[in-house]
């Protein structure tokens, strides 16, 4: 049995299968947003990536050589880690995104959080917006950010979406001057997860997983989707789709989950 890393909550959703095929070693890796538990799996909504990309594989065998005691290595190639990397590259992320705008470049941040109030990565957004830069964040729990705030936060969009399963997964999105970054991972933009945890968050370079991701944060944020909007006023309010008609209202979820299931028959 192994504890962890000493002071630190190890809350990182992770696996990694090493099976000798044809006289050589193949890595097998996941990396999630959810539990691996099965009563949550079937309550949470939750995303993951499982792949035998041999960079990602080689980053979590070092992973867990740090979270078994035997390593040190704190410096991944393809991984984000907390508490060491996670804040720090999420504030050059979104100040990347910023030097995009200012240049002309395509330039957006989108964030799919439980929670956001990390002051610091509160600030660097509010920053983006008053550079001119679109930032839509879809929040479940508690968000800092206030959106719509004239100075301040005109370009901010947030959401919550409530349905049948709690929303759970951590998506972050970044255009880069039309080069998007996709990443997801364990971890939310509190200061508990990016300070006193070991959380896990990985780059999605795949274009077919990416188009996956897309999928889920465009049709979170869009217009004809039944979710709650944070207003500047602080109070949260039912979009105008929500007040539609109900056979007018699209649910997320449900949504989601009929694309899984046409997919599953596919076989695609």
């Known amino acids: 049995m192994v504890y962890g890393v000493l002071g630190l909550k190890t809350h990182c ?3 990694l299968v090493v099976r000798q095929e044809k006289g050589t070693l193949r890595r097998y890796a996941h990396i999630g947003t959810g539990n691996y538990n099965p009563k949550t799996a079937r309550l949470y909504e939750d995303v993951g990536l ?4 041999e960079r990602i594989g080689a980053d979590l065998t070092d992973l867990f050589n740090y979270l078994t005691g035997y390593s040190k290595h704190t410096d991944y190639g393809t991984l984000l880690v907390a508490p060491h990397s996670v804040r720090s590259s999420m504030l050059q992320m979104i100040d990347r995104e910023v030097s995009h705008q200012e240049r002309g470049r395509p330039a957006s ?19 983006a917006s008053q ?3 679109p930032v839509d964040l879809v929040v479940r729990g508690i968000c800092a950010v206030r959106p719509g705030v004239p100075g301040l936060s005109e370009t901010i969009r947030v959401r919550s979406i409530l349905g049948r399963f709690l929303e759970h997964s951590r998506i972050f999105r970044f255009s880069n001057g039309g080069t998007p970054e996709h990443w997801l ?10 300070d006193r945890r070991v959380e896990v968050m990985v780059r999605v370079a795949d274009a077919a997983s990416q188009q996956q991701l897309d999928l889920i944060l465009d049709q979170a944020m869009a217009e004809t989707t039944r979710a709650w909007e944070l207003r500047s006023d602080g109070e949260w309010h039912r979009n105008s789709a929500g007040r539609a ?11 989601l989950i009929r694309l899984g299931r046409l997919r599953a028959s596919s076989g695609s």
């Open 13 to 15: 959703k992770t696996a």
């Open 109 to 127: 941040i989108t964030m799919k959080a439980n929670s956001i109030v990390d002051e610091q990565i509160v600030d660097a957004i509010y920053g």
């Open 185 to 194: 991972g364990s971890a939310d933009m509190m200061h508990r997860n990016l």
């Open 50 to 53: 499982l792949t035998a990309d």
């Open 131 to 133: 550079a001119g830069v």
């Open 245 to 255: 008609d109900s056979s007018a209202r699209l649910d997320h979820q449900a949504a």
